[in-house]
């Protein structure tokens, strides 16, 4: 027998239904129901967990936003979406985030590269900011149930040509028969990974770019460079040969490949590349940023005079991380005992190109399942950015991940969480508030 949901929560006011318990979903909920409080706010989550991202983001520290205040530069950590942010940055920003946190005696510090995580150091601290603002202002929250089918439904019987004065519900349907009828809808269900999982918002004639994976790091299966694991260099620059995709930065050797935030941001920008090519591609690594082969051989030259008679083993002019400098060497067959002036020209100027662009083959990925990010998600131009609201179908928002927008690792996806959330919330109230009449599109 059908569950039926909107009977047991008797709807006798107006209803906002969030679909999905993420930090977008949480961020529009609370706010909604702090500025409206005569709205019933409620948050559908489809599994046994809330605020599942936030609990694991940033080793379990939770990477709340970047400490950046430029919407010039901060769009620019946007591989997708950075035009649609630009007009939503103006309504909710940085700036705007820490402000909400500290007015909840959440403080947030920033670290040398610029993230920003709570002064305590735990995501429980945002977590439980989120949580007691959801039970101060009355948000319900029911798990465990996925939402299948959101139909439109107009009381009576109605002309097409009266559609436009007409109130209107949404029904929502889940995967175990619960119905649930509202008012408003925002959709903050975060990323999927198959283009199947679109399939309910596509049935509302919503269109969306396929999931694609993103943030991730490359597999360099049965590469020596691999017994290096633990080993990071502070600023290279890493592209992918064929093509027009190059980051600079940390980057990090692991037992399987390379990880850090030169990896993570080049999978980032280059996600559909990558996809057409079954992860399997070269990439060139300069090690030494500052240099190209030109430059290195140069300064090579210099250390041949400068440091003639010290061994080259036992003086690494770069300050690459001894262990990688002797597996530099040793890769350019340069004997441990061979001083500077002893260095052959052959030797010399293999071990600029191999500084200076080693290459390595990629056979694959490693994405962290916990903090799954997605390339893709409903069309932009679909939803408005100074709304969040769907121009397809009034009353239907979106937040969060859900939309074609996702960022590089540090805080930025968060930072469209709270800005996407903060949006809809705004105009869910403001309409509910105004009690204004809102043309309906279906």
């Not at 705007?96 to 995501?123: C, H, Y």
Request: glycine letters at 8%.
């Amino acid at each position: 027998m059908a569950i039926c949901l909107f009977n047991i929560l008797h709807q006798v006011k107006k209803r906002l239904i969030v679909i999905g318990g993420g930090a977008a979903g949480f961020f529009c909920a609370v706010n909604a129901a702090s500025q409206s409080p005569a709205l019933e706010v409620i948050i559908i989550e489809k599994t046994g967990k809330l605020l599942s991202k936030v609990r694991v983001s940033g080793g379990g520290r939770c990477n709340v936003t970047h400490a950046c205040f430029s919407i010039a530069e901060m769009i620019k950590k946007y591989p997708r979406g950075g035009t649609f942010l630009k007009q939503a940055f103006h309504h909710f920003f940085t700036r705007d985030t820490i402000d909400w946190f500290e007015k909840r005696q959440v403080r947030l510090k920033t670290e040398p590269d610029g993230r920003m995580f709570p002064e305590s150091n735990s995501a429980e601290t945002i977590i439980n900011c989120l949580m007691q603002e959801a039970n101060k202002h009355g948000v319900r929250i029911v798990m465990n149930l996925e939402v299948i089918k959101i139909e439109v439904f107009f009381p009576g019987e109605i002309n097409s040509d009266e559609i436009e004065n007409v109130k209107k519900k949404f029904v929502i349907t889940c995967k175990n028969d619960a119905v649930f009828d509202t008012d408003f809808i925002c959709i903050a269900s975060g990323g999927y990974n198959k283009k199947e999982q679109f399939g309910w918002l596509a049935s509302l004639g919503h269109h969306f770019d396929a999931p694609v994976p993103s943030l991730f790091t490359f597999n360099i299966p049965a590469n020596p460079v691999v017994e290096l694991m633990g080993i990071s260099v502070p600023d290279v620059v890493v592209k992918i040969d064929g093509t027009n995709f190059s980051q600079s930065g940390p980057l990090l050797i692991t037992h399987w490949g390379f990880s850090g935030p030169a990896i993570l941001k080049l999978s980032a920008f280059a996600a559909r590349r990558l996809y057409e090519l079954q992860y399997d591609f070269t990439i060139s690594v300069n090690w030494l940023a500052g240099f190209n082969e030109s430059s290195l051989l140069t300064r090579l030259k210099f250390l041949r005079e400068d440091m003639a008679r010290q061994k080259i083993t036992s003086r690494n002019p770069f300050s690459l991380p001894q262990r990688l400098w002797e597996y530099h060497l040793k890769l350019c067959e340069i004997q441990g005992e061979t001083r500077w002036a002893d260095l052959p020209a052959k030797q010399q100027n293999l071990l600029s190109r191999q500084l200076c662009s080693q290459q390595f083959s990629v056979k694959g990925k490693t994405t962290f399942k916990e903090e799954f990010v997605t390339a893709g998600g409903i069309k932009l131009q679909e939803a408005d950015a100074n709304t969040m609201m769907s121009k397809m179908i009034s009353h239907l928002f979106f937040a969060g991940e859900v939309l074609d927008v996702d960022g590089i690792t540090g805080g930025f996806n968060f930072q469209h969480a709270w800005t996407s959330g903060w949006i809809a919330a705004r105009e869910i109230s403001r309409i509910f508030n105004a009690g204004e009449k809102v043309n309906i599109k279906v």
